[in-house]
């Protein structure tokens, strides 16, 4: 199947595999569950507004809560919140548990957890329900232009 996303990673020349599930939650858990994988290597991907009224994206570890705190600070801004569900479509293109930080509706700044190098292949939601996209972290970096920080919590 093709999406936005993985149209921008073949354009770009990107190696990825797909993989896919039945999606009825729509949560990271999920899809962690039904793909089988560790939490601390499927990126869920939350779109964030700063007190200054930036869109920002966070990939972090389905294992894992986004810092907001941390993010803020890293963003220049006092204070981040995440965007109510209702907005995501409208904002980045996406609907909940389909959120890509590829191929977004805006151009939005991206920030990948550091956790993320550690592995050699992370997952990603390929912007729709169900699918996700098994890539090199280091590629998803490239082709997003993300900053990598420790933006995770517990």
């Known amino acids: 199947m093709r999406t936005r996303a993985t ?7 990107i190696h990825y595999d797909l993989l896919e599930f039945e999606a009825e939650e729509h949560t990271a858990a999920e899809a962690v569950e039904r793909l089988g994988i560790s939490p601390d290597q499927l ?26 705190r941390a993010l803020a600070h890293l963003a220049g801004a006092r204070r981040a919140e995440l965007v109510d569900s209702g907005e995501l479509m409208r904002l980045v293109g996406y609907v909940k548990g389909g959120v890509s930080p590829l191929a977004t509706r ?11 190098l550690q592995h050699p292949r992370i997952s990603i939601s390929a912007g729709v329900r169900g699918l996700q996209i098994w890539i090199d972290p280091r590629d998803l970096v490239w082709a997003t232009g993300a900053r990598v920080e420790a933006i995770a919590g517990t």
């Open 7 to 13: 149209r921008i990673l073949d354009a770009l020349g």
């Open 43 to 68: 990126f869920k991907t939350l779109v964030v507004r700063s007190s200054e009224g930036a869109i920002l994206l966070a990939c972090v570890p389905a294992s894992c809560e986004l810092n907001l």
């Open 106 to 116: 805006r151009s939005c700044p991206t920030f990948i957890d550091a956790s993320a």
